[in-house]
């Protein structure tokens, strides 16, 4: 084989075309980026409170502390949401972090659109709007409930489906928790995986169809807890609150090798989500 000789002068230009490239990359001008205004606001004819949470995004390019988990709380925004002939304004609650009003003087209506309104002293304006949902809210039918019974700890895993409403267009979501008490008498609710079935589904190419679901195992791994009910939430969403769950729920930041996913918005001026939802919970006695 013969190896050609790289001649003196063609080294010389490669070299310094090397260095060219260094000091091009080293004073790339980064563009200032300011915070945005990050809201999300989910309302409904069920809830006779109206809240809003209002946080500020991070810059592009500026550090932050390693114990900066969260994001900034806005405390001093004038809030307000209507339904194109009046309107309420939401105080902040220091305990909650959010914007909250009582909606027993501003009804909620299905099938009505409701514009929701942001400004700061800062000059940030972000306005949204969503639809209150009018479909019927599917009943849910239990299928099977099994029982493990492992080294004594009794476990259980719930069955369940319900069938879409004839007439496309419904986004739904669904979600399953369990009610523990303790020896002491103190109860909390925890949310329990669903081993089949999406949390968050559409009638697209499935109209009229039943959509099944299956909890993971749910029972007592500590002695001291027992189990009581199942509660299943059902809600029949309008299109921005399932965008913007679908496409958290999609992302997937501790993933390499997952492919981007740009979370929805709906915000003007601004990130996240003003949506609506209508729903219903049942519970199941699993003693």
Avoid at 48 to 67: A, G, M
Avoid at 100 to 122: C, K
Wanted: charged fraction near 20%; aromatic fraction near 14%; charge should be negative.
């Amino acid at each position: 084989m013969k190896i050609k000789k790289i001649k003196p002068a063609i080294l010389v230009f490669i070299l310094f075309s090397l260095f060219g490239c260094e000091s091009m990359i080293s004073d790339v001008a980064v563009p200032e980026s300011k915070p945005k205004l990050v809201i999300n606001s989910y309302i409904s004819a069920e809830n006779d409170t109206l809240k809003v949470n209002i946080q500020e995004s991070r810059p592009l390019y500026v550090p932050s502390s390693n114990y900066e988990f969260g994001y900034p709380v806005v405390t001093d925004a004038t809030v307000k949401i209507s339904d194109g002939s009046k309107s309420i304004t939401l105080i902040y609650n220091d305990i909650q972090k959010k914007y909250i009003a009582i909606s027993d003087v501003f009804n909620i209506e299905p099938g009505s659109t409701y514009y929701l309104e942001v400004t700061t002293p800062r000059g940030d304006l972000a306005t949204s709007r969503c639809t209150i949902p009018v479909s019927v809210i599917p009943e849910i039918e239990i299928t099977n409930i099994e029982t493990f019974n492992d080294y004594g700890y009794i476990e259980k895993v719930v069955s369940f489906r319900f069938k879409d409403v004839a007439g496309e267009g419904d986004f739904y979501h669904v979600q399953a928790g369990i009610l523990y008490v303790t020896e002491f008498g103190e109860d909390f609710m925890g949310e329990t995986y669903l081993e089949k079935g999406e949390p968050f589904d559409s009638d697209v190419n499935k109209d009229g169809s039943y959509f099944l679901y299956k909890t993971g195992r749910i029972g007592g791994q500590d002695p001291n807890q027992t189990w009581l009910h199942i509660y299943i939430f059902i809600g029949v969403t309008d299109e921005n609150y399932f965008n913007y769950h679908r496409s958290v729920t999609n992302f997937q930041d501790d993933n390499p090798f997952s492919e981007p996913t740009p979370v929805y918005t709906n915000i003007t001026g601004g990130l996240g989500v003003f949506g609506s939802y209508s729903g219903r919970i049942i519970s199941i006695n699993l003693k």
